[in-house]
């Protein structure tokens, strides 16, 4: 097998480490961990009987899918790090780079946004911005490869297109009925 092919025929490549201004780590969390408290909140609140709510438990279904099958995949790939060595045809060493989980949580998150408010507000379309910005992020500061990242990005991309299309979210189909009622219901 030619190593990987190549690192993707060129495609991988260590660039020069920047854990500086935007792209510092503690940004990749914030956006990591305030997108996903984000979608939650605006599940719990809204509930599963509104349109925003669905959606966002459509969104907590994607990050769901899409963790598991990033972490399934780093499991069977065991790609080193860029932090961890120069060469990026280092696969099945026991490392976690393959694919990006980060980056296929924010793509999962806003993936289904995008999908039902999209054409009808076009802005939208800026929530992808996020998991570019995260893909860059990762890549700056060594975590990733390049093309861990583009991994990440079709698998939360289409773990959110999944998601969206199920006619009910999965999570509140296996929860009680009372969750598809939102925290902002008055009885």
Do not use: C
């Not at 899409?66 to 399934?72: D, G, L, P, S, Y």
């Amino acid at each position: 097998m030619l190593r990987a092919t190549q690192a993707l025929a060129g495609l991988d490549h260590k660039v020069e480490y920047d854990n500086s201004g935007i792209w510092n780590r503690d940004n990749q969390n914030l956006l990591r961990y305030g997108a996903l408290l984000t979608t939650v909140g605006i599940a719990l609140w809204e509930g599963g009987d509104t349109r925003l709510g669905r959606n966002a438990w459509q969104s907590v279904d994607s990050v769901t899918m899409a963790t598991i099958i990033a972490e399934v995949g780093k499991r069977a790939t065991g790609r080193l790090r860029p932090s961890e060595t120069d060469d990026p045809n280092q696969w099945r060493m026991g490392g976690r780079s393959f694919p990006s989980g980060e980056v296929a949580e924010i793509s999962s998150i806003v993936t289904p946004y995008v999908m039902e408010y999209g054409s009808e507000h076009p802005s939208v379309y800026a929530l992808e911005i996020l998991p570019v910005y995260d893909a860059v992020a990762r890549v700056k500061v060594q975590a990733h490869w390049q093309s861990d990242v583009i991994a990440g990005f079709v698998i939360g991309t289409v773990s959110g297109f999944v998601a969206y299309r199920r006619e009910s979210p999965l999570i509140l189909s296996v929860m009680p009925h009372g969750i598809s009622v939102g925290l902002r219901t008055r009885f």
